[in-house]
Each structure stands twice: as structure tokens, then as C-alpha cells.
């Protein structure tokens, strides 16, 4: 599926082109800026800069081209691997996968999870996928270490108060004695983990199993997929 194709002298911003081309998205474009790692036709590049096709884009010491062909990916993440394209913390998501383009996973899913993440070269679809106000719902089947009871389900989906602010409510369902169901539209910090940790609990298994439309189905894991056409036009419908 093609992205928007701009012409060799239409000017658009830099964080966008570094995002178009699946370098980064847009925030952390910025941020690579700033931190002057990005050049311009041999100049350093400057927040807010745009630029053209045809100028000379650096960032890290490696040519930037933009892709035309949108990829989106659906991976089934093991634990143990981070969600970074980058192996300081350990393996990346983007190294295990070895995808032959250069891509980037859209949000995080901690490293002692499993299950679905999305992996993209397109900086726009990313920063509108991940924009909270957004409401985007992400669904996980959780396991904890002890039996939980329908106060632990009603107090797990009316709120629970963890990182200075109070969790949206959602969607909770008890599925066995140690297992439920969560849908969020919010994405704190290891968020499923702090909600059970103020009530006692502690997770010993989780798996995120939608993204919006997206599901994670049979797909293996350490496995992934290209999106059908049919999930992206839905996907880019909902955004």
C-alpha cells in the first residue's frame, strides 16, 4: 500500500520525513534534532526545518531515504525482548524480527510481556495510534499469583490509583480463578502490573492481545505479519 507521495521539491517538515522514512516517530525526531544528530546537506539540522526529497538527510551518521511503500506489521512478541530499535537494554524487537526494511514498533509492551506489538515505517499512522486522547483500545489477558474475586474485577475496572492519577475505567472480566480480561485506552508505564500491585497481586503472565482492530489471533510466537489491506483501511478509518 503506497504512502502519500510528495514531489522532489515539496517541502515538508523534518520530523516528518525522518518519521516517512521509519527512523523514528515524530517526538523522537525532535529529539534527535536537538541533540544535533541530524544534518542537512552537511548543516546541522534545526527543530521545525523543512526540507525536500532531494536534499541530503543524515541522522546518526547514516543516510535517511523515504520509504513510499507503507509497511505495517503485526508480531507476536516473546518475553525477554524490548520494544526499542535500539539492543542497549538488550535484544530489540526490530533486531529479532530482521525485517529487510527499516521499521520501528509503534508503543511498547514490556519486556516481561508477550503478545501483540505493531511495527510501521510511517511516523504519522504512529504518533495517531498512540495519542491517548485518542481512546484507542488495547486488550490483554492477564495471570496473577492468587485467586481473584469479583471485588478485585469491579476495583480493577472503576479506577485505581497509581502514578499521581487515577486509570480510566475499563473493561475487566474474570475468565478463571487466577486469569482475567482487560481492555485499556490508556497506557501508563507497566500500568496492568501497578493496578495489581495496589490491590496485592502480582502478575505472573501477561499477553496483549488486540490493538484497535488488530488481533493477535494464531499467530505464533516470535512470529509476524504483513496487515491485510482490509485491516489497514479499517485501522486508518478508526484514526
Same mark, same amino acid.
Given at each position: 500500500m503506497k504512502k502519500?507521495?510528495?514531489?522532489?521539491n515539496e517541502l515538508i517538515r523534518l520530523n516528518k520525513y525522518l518519521s516517512d522514512s521509519g527512523v523514528c516517530s515524530r517526538r523522537e525526531a525532535d529529539?534527535?534534532?536537538?541533540?544535533? @544528530?541530524?544534518?542537512?546537506?552537511?548543516? =546541522?539540522?534545526?527543530?521545525?526545518?523543512?526540507? /525536500? =526529497?532531494?536534499?541530503e538527510i543524515i541522522c546518526n551518521g547514516k543516510k535517511v531515504s523515504r520509504e513510499e511503500e507503507l509497511i505495517l506489521l503485526a508480531f507476536n512478541k516473546p518475553r525477554g525482548i524490548i520494544c526499542s530499535t535500539s539492543d542497549e537494554q538488550g535484544i530489540s524487537v526490530v533486531k529479532y524480527i530482521n525485517y529487510p526494511k +527499516?521499521?520501528?514498533? %509503534?508503543? +511498547? @509492551?514490556?519486556?516481561? /510481556?508477550?503478545? *501483540? %506489538? @505493531?511495527?510501521?515505517?510511517?511516523?504519522? !499512522? /504512529?504518533? +495517531?495510534? @498512540?495519542?491517548s486522547r485518542n481512546n484507542h483500545e488495547k486488550e490483554y489477558i492477564v495471570t496473577v499469583n492468587k485467586k481473584i474475586d469479583n471485588t478485585f474485577i469491579k476495583n480493577m475496572a472503576n479506577g485505581v490509583p497509581i502514578l499521581d492519577t487515577v486509570t480510566k475505567k475499563c473493561v475487566v472480566e474474570q475468565i478463571n480463578d487466577n486469569t482475567f480480561r482487560?481492555?485499556?485506552?490508556?497506557? *501508563?508505564? +507497566?500500568?496492568?502490573?501497578? !493496578?495489581?500491585?495496589?490491590?496485592?497481586? =502480582?502478575?505472573?503472565?501477561?499477553?496483549?492481545?488486540? %490493538? !484497535?482492530n488488530i488481533k493477535l489471533g494464531n499467530l505464533k510466537i516470535g512470529k509476524y505479519r504483513e496487515l491485510s489491506s482490509e485491516e489497514i483501511n479499517k485501522l486508518k478509518s478508526m484514526l
Open positions: 502519500d507521495i510528495i514531489n522532489d529529539r534527535l534534532v536537538e541533540r544535533g @544528530l541530524v544534518y542537512v546537506d552537511g548543516v =546541522k539540522a534545526q527543530l521545525g526545518q523543512k526540507v /525536500s =526529497k532531494n536534499q +527499516r521499521i520501528y514498533p %509503534i508503543g +511498547r @509492551l514490556d519486556k516481561d /510481556s508477550e503478545g *501483540l %506489538i @505493531l511495527l510501521t515505517n510511517d511516523g504519522d !499512522m /504512529s504518533d +495517531r495510534i @498512540l495519542r482487560i481492555v485499556l485506552t490508556q497506557g *501508563l508505564n +507497566r500500568q496492568i502490573r501497578r !493496578m495489581c500491585d495496589y490491590f496485592g497481586y =502480582k502478575v505472573t503472565k501477561l499477553k496483549r492481545i488486540r %490493538i !484497535m
